[in-house]
Each structure stands twice: as structure tokens, then as C-alpha cells.
């Protein structure tokens, strides 16, 4: 992230700054390196990579805190459906300008948040750009050798089990763009300002990571929506799946919009930026995983089964009738 031997440069003083205090690991040499080391031991390394852009996964008003929490937890959230356990991230910012009122808020939030989930700063790079603001981040994790839960092990039988609730974030976007969200919940701003904090600050699921490596048969983060992401597990372990749409857990703040009419169940249903994790596991399984999630402090609902064959995903509502989508998940392209 540094230019060592170089004179001192507006880079430099950028990442001495705002970005070295972040630096904790051994490994990140103080950020005065061009490349850290990352001590693997025994263990694999998991390692994920994520974008967050301006206009795209955040609103060009959004406060820097939020955003700096939203770019770090999306990764976060991967590793934790993989069962893995944070190490470590590099970082690459692409900045319009090297304000403090930005940078400063922005780093201590990024800060927090890898002191909060044992991920500390290991290097990165700092660019400057006339377009939109762009954070990547490459995280790294931790599992026994051989023990990542994969996307592509779902079996026929396993139960589906989503962590927390489906909805909330596009729910949220809705209401800090002011749509229909945001004028049926007019009366109740604290429910709003729950959705709203869904879409900015995801609350990845890193303690619910050790009772998915120990009983999940496959896995994965929810970020595209939960009728895509489901679609794409079961691609990915050639198997089908039948979940019940009324199964799936809902905030009491999404509950009210959609009894107001001004959300309809596809928009929960492929909604994205929920960040929580979608698994399957086996039937001998279900209790102990579950068990497990409580003990962790993490609330998961099971929403239905894999099935034989390679059908797409089938969603039913309270009748037993399939449910169609006209769209399963939020497409970049």
C-alpha cells in the first residue's frame, strides 16, 4: 500500500494517516511494504473479493462509516458462509479527492469494524479518479485443511435454512430513495430507519461460521437475492429445491410495507444485499445445527428441502401454489 524508499508522497501521507493505525498484523510490516504476509499454519486460506461502487451498491449521499462497514462486512459475509474464519483483507480505494471530512470517518468506522471482527488491514492501494468512488476489498480466512463448505455438496433431502431476515436491505433502498417503502412506513420512522440501516450496514453472520462448517452440507451468502442465490446453489450441486414463501423470515418493519401493499413478495424474494447466509443441511443434521445457531446468538428458520433432478427452485405460497418471478436476483449485467 506504500511506496517504500520513494520520497514522501500526497499516497504516502494518505495511508500514514488514515490507513497505518489500521495495520496491526505482523504480517502488513506497518503498511511501509509492497506486498504483507499472511501466516497460513496448518490451515487453508479462504480467500473472497468484493466491490462496493457509488450509485451502484451505495447511494452517493451515504455517510463514509456506512459505507467503509458496508465494503469490509459484504466480504466478511462470504467467508462466513464458507464456514471460514477472518485473517485478514487488502484494500483499494478510488478516491475523487483525499478530503479528511471523508477519509477520516471512513477509516476509524473500517477500523472498528476490523478490531470488531478479527480482520486487521494487511495492505492495499490508493488511486485517485474523475468517476464514481469504488472500495475493493480481498478478504482472507481460515478453515481446517479441506473443511471450506462448498456451494456444490447440497444433497436431495437436506433442509434449507436462511439466517436472520430476507428483505430488509432492498426494502431499505426503497426507503432512502424515497418509494413507496418510505411512505408506508411515513408514520413509523423508527421502522423505516431499521430498513434503511439494513441496505447501509450489513450484519454479516462471522459467529454463525462454525456451526455451518460443522453441519452444513453447502453454502452460501445471500447477496443477489434469496430465489437467485438458491438458484445458483442448486445449479452448482445439480439438485432442485422446493421452499415455502411464507416460511421465509421477515422483519416486523418489511411485514408492515408488504401489508401496506407497497412491496410486493418478489421484491423480498430477489431482493439483494441481505448478506445472509443460505445453507442446506442434512436431515440428521437440522436439530444440531440449530441448536448451534442459538447458542451462537444467530436466529435461522429452515424454508424448505432440496429435491432430486435439476429443476430450478420452486417457491409456494400458503396455498401450495408455485409462485412465478419474473426476476430471481439482481443482475449487474
Not at 418493519?253 to 401489508?259: F, I, K, M, S
Not at 401496506?260 to 430477489?270: D, K, V, Y
Request: proline letters at 7%; glycine letters at 10%.
Amino acid at each position: 500500500m506504500g511506496a517504500p524508499g520513494s520520497a514522501s508522497s500526497g499516497e504516502d501521507s494518505l495511508i500514514a494517516r488514515y490507513f497505518r493505525p489500521l495495520a496491526t498484523d505482523p504480517g502488513a510490516f506497518n503498511l511501509v511494504d509492497d506486498a504483507a504476509v499472511l501466516a497460513a499454519g496448518g490451515d487453508d486460506l479462504v480467500v473472497t473479493t468484493d466491490a462496493v461502487v457509488e450509485g451502484v451498491h451505495f447511494l452517493p449521499s451515504d455517510p463514509p462509516d456506512t459505507i467503509a462497514r458496508k465494503a469490509l462486512r459484504v466480504n466478511l459475509s462470504d467467508l462466513a458462509a464458507k464456514g471460514a474464519v477472518p485473517a485478514g483483507f487488502v484494500l483499494t480505494l478510488a478516491l475523487r479527492d483525499a478530503a479528511d471530512a471523508w477519509l477520516s470517518p471512513f477509516a476509524a468506522a473500517l477500523g472498528e469494524d476490523a478490531v470488531a471482527f478479527g480482520c486487521p488491514v494487511l495492505g492495499g492501494d490508493t488511486v485517485s479518479t474523475p468517476g464514481p468512488l469504488m472500495i475493493s476489498i480481498t478478504a482472507f480466512g481460515r478453515v481446517p485443511q479441506g473443511a471450506m463448505v462448498r456451494r456444490d455438496r447440497a444433497q436431495a433431502g437436506d433442509r434449507i435454512f436462511v439466517s436472520g431476515t430476507i428483505g430488509d436491505a432492498a426494502l431499505g433502498l426503497d426507503v432512502l430513495r424515497g418509494g413507496k417503502s418510505a411512505a408506508a412506513l411515513a408514520a413509523d420512522p423508527s421502522a423505516a430507519a431499521v430498513l434503511a440501516a439494513r441496505y447501509r450496514v450489513p450484519q454479516p453472520r462471522n459467529a454463525l461460521a462454525l456451526a455451518v462448517r460443522a453441519h452444513a452440507s453447502a453454502a452460501m451468502d445471500v447477496s443477489d437475492g434469496l430465489a437467485g442465490d438458491l438458484a445458483k446453489l442448486c445449479a452448482a450441486s445439480a439438485v432442485s429445491a422446493q421452499v415455502a414463501a411464507d416460511a421465509v423470515p421477515l422483519s416486523a418493519p418489511a411485514r408492515a410495507v408488504l401489508a401496506a401493499g407497497a412491496a410486493s413478495r418478489e421484491t423480498i424474494l430477489s431482493g439483494g444485499d441481505d448478506y445472509e447466509i443460505l445453507c442446506t443441511v442434512p436431515p440428521d443434521g437440522s436439530a444440531a445445527f440449530s441448536a448451534a445457531a442459538a447458542a451462537a446468538g444467530v436466529a435461522v428458520t429452515a424454508i424448505g428441502t432440496v429435491g432430486a433432478g435439476t429443476a430450478p427452485p420452486i417457491f409456494f405460497d400458503g396455498q401450495g401454489a408455485p409462485i412465478v418471478l419474473s426476476r430471481l436476483s439482481y443482475s449487474h449485467f
